[in-house]
C-alpha cells in the first residue's frame, strides 16, 4: 500500500471514529474569522447571545439527532414544538396552574412523538412520509386552535428558561443554556454507555441484523419517537422563554434547521453514526454564522447560502467517510 | 434584532413591516434594556398589534380593513360576472394610524377606536 492511500484511508478512519471534528474546525475557524473582521463579534455578551439564540433548533435538533440515528427523519418537530406553545400559553391565559399547563404540553409532544413512532412501527411507513403528513396536520391543527392569532405569555415559569440568567465567569447564563447543556450529557450518557444507546445505533446501521441478534427493533424504536417528542415539548419551553408570545406561524422552517444542524454535526442521514455533541457543534456553527454575517453587514440571504454551502461539504464528507469502509 | 443591536446598540426607531416581527424585535430589544430609548412603529392592525400600541410597546401601528378589501373584490368579481365591466385603476381601501400618543398634523385614531374596528375571529379578549 502506498503512501497516499494510506493517508488516505487514516482520513476516512478519523471521520468515521469521531465525526463531530468537522464542525468543531468549522466552529473555531468561524469564531476566529468573525473575531477578527468585526469589532463587535467577540465579546462575553456575544457569546451568550449565540449560545441563547441556538437553543429552541438545537433542543429540536437532539430529538431529531435520536430519529436520524436511526435511520429516520422528523419533519414535524417544529410544528410539534409549536403547537406545544400555544396549548401552554393558551392553558396559562385560562387560568390553570402553569406547572399543570406546563406538563400536559410536555405530555401532549411526547404523545405525538408516540403517534409518528406508532406509524412508523406498526404500518412501517417511511418515516419522511410520515412526518412530512404529521407536519402539515398539526401546523393547520395549530393555526385552528389559535384562531391565527398568537397568544401573549405572562406565567414567570413559562417564560422561566430565558429570562432569569446568572453569571458564569463573565458570560451571562439563562437556565435554558442549562437546561440544553443538561439535555446534551444525559443523551449523550445513555446513547453510548446503555444497552438502549447501543440498540440505537444498531437499527440505524441495519435493522434486520439488529432483529436477528434479538434487539426488540419496534420497541426501541417507538421508544425513540416518544423521546423525541418529549424533547420536542421542552423546545416548546425554551421558545417561550425566548420570546413570551406563542404564535402559531413561529418556527416554520425549525424542521429543516434542526436537520441542518444534525448533518453539520457530522451525523449520518443513512443512521447509525454520529452523535449528540456533533449536533451541539452544528446548531452553534448556524448560529455563529448567522450572528457574525449579520455583524459584518451581510444580507440574511447570503447566510442561507453559506449554511447550504456547508451543508452539501458535510454530508460530502459523510458519503467520503463510508466509501472509505468498504 | 438581537445580532442588529449587538453590532449597534445606538437605534432610537425601529420599524416593522408586520406585528410578529415587531414583537420578536420588541422582545430583544427589552432582553437588551432598550425599551425606553427605542420607538417602536408597526404595519398591520391586527388584534394583538392594537392591544401592543395600548399597552405601549409599540408606539404606533398602521391599521388595514382586510374586510373592504374582500368586500370590494367581491363586488368587482360581480360587476365582471354581470356586465363583463373590468376593474380598472388603483382602489384605496383606506388606512389609520392607530397611536395613543398623536402628533400634531398627522391624522391618527387612539386604540380605543382601534379595538372596535378589529376584525378577527376571537374579538378583543
Known amino acids: ?326 | 434584532m438581537e445580532n442588529l443591536l449587538q453590532r449597534n446598540p445606538n437605534v432610537n426607531v425601529v420599524y416593522s413591516m408586520n406585528e410578529p416581527s415587531g414583537r420578536g424585535a420588541y422582545a430583544a430589544i427589552k432582553s437588551r434594556g432598550l425599551a425606553s430609548n427605542i420607538t417602536m412603529g408597526s404595519i398591520d392592525g391586527g388584534c394583538e398589534g392594537v392591544r401592543d400600541v395600548a399597552a405601549g410597546q409599540f408606539a404606533v401601528t398602521v391599521m388595514q380593513f382586510p374586510r373592504k378589501m374582500a368586500i370590494e373584490g367581491v363586488d368587482a368579481g360581480v360587476a365582471y360576472a354581470a356586465t363583463g365591466a373590468k376593474p380598472s385603476g388603483f382602489h384605496n381601501t383606506g388606512s389609520a394610524v392607530i397611536t395613543d400618543r398623536p402628533l400634531a398634523g398627522i391624522e391618527s385614531q387612539n386604540t380605543t377606536w382601534g379595538l372596535k374596528k378589529l376584525l378577527g375571529i376571537r374579538s378583543v379578549q
Open chain 1, 1 to 326: 500500500m502506498t503512501a497516499a492511500l494510506s493517508r488516505r484511508t487514516s482520513l476516512g478512519e478519523l471521520l468515521r471514529r469521531a465525526p463531530a471534528i468537522g464542525p468543531a474546525l468549522a466552529l473555531v475557524v468561524a469564531v476566529i474569522v468573525f473575531s477578527l473582521t468585526t469589532k463587535t463579534f467577540f465579546d462575553l455578551d456575544n457569546m451568550s447571545l449565540v449560545l441563547e439564540q441556538s437553543l429552541v433548533v438545537g433542543t429540536l435538533a437532539l430529538g431529531q439527532t435520536l430519529i436520524i440515528l436511526t435511520a429516520g427523519i422528523d419533519l414535524a418537530n417544529g410544528s410539534i414544538a409549536v403547537l406545544a406553545t400555544l396549548l401552554m400559553a393558551s392553558w396559562v391565559a385560562a387560568g390553570m396552574p402553569a406547572v399543570l399547563a406546563l406538563l400536559v404540553g410536555l405530555a401532549v409532544a411526547t404523545a405525538l412523538g408516540g403517534v409518528t413512532g406508532g406509524l412508523v412501527t406498526s404500518i412501517r411507513l417511511p418515516p419522511f412520509i410520515v412526518t412530512l403528513g404529521m407536519f402539515s396536520i398539526i401546523t393547520a391543527l395549530s393555526l385552528i386552535y389559535a384562531g391565527g392569532q398568537s397568544i401573549q405569555v405572562h406565567s414567570g415559569l413559562l417564560s422561566y428558561l430565558g429570562t432569569r440568567r446568572y453569571l458564569f465567569g463573565g458570560i451571562e447564563v439563562t437556565y435554558g443554556m442549562t437546561l440544553g447543556l443538561i439535555m446534551v450529557l444525559f443523551l449523550w450518557y445513555v446513547l453510548t454507555r446503555t444497552a438502549w444507546g447501543k440498540h440505537v445505533y444498531a437499527i440505524g446501521s441495519d435493522p434486520e441484523a439488529s432483529r436477528l441478534s434479538g434487539i426488540h427493533v419496534r420497541r426501541t424504536l417507538l421508544s425513540v419517537y416518544l423521546i423525541a417528542g418529549l424533547v420536542y415539548g421542552i423546545a416548546a419551553w425554551q421558545a417561550l422563554g425566548r420570546v413570551p408570545n406563542a404564535d402559531p406561524n413561529a418556527y416554520q422552517n425549525a424542521n429543516l434547521e434542526s436537520i441542518t444542524a444534525v448533518v453539520l454535526g457530522g451525523t449520518s442521514l443513512f443512521g447509525g453514526r454520529g452523535g449528540i455533541w456533533g449536533t451541539l457543534l452544528g446548531a452553534l456553527v448556524v448560529s455563529v454564522l448567522r450572528s457574525g454575517l449579520t455583524q459584518a453587514g451581510i444580507d440574511d440571504l447570503y447566510q442561507d447560502v453559506a449554511t447550504g454551502v456547508l451543508v452539501i461539504a458535510a454530508v460530502a464528507l459523510d458519503r467520503l467517510a463510508r466509501r472509505q469502509q468498504r
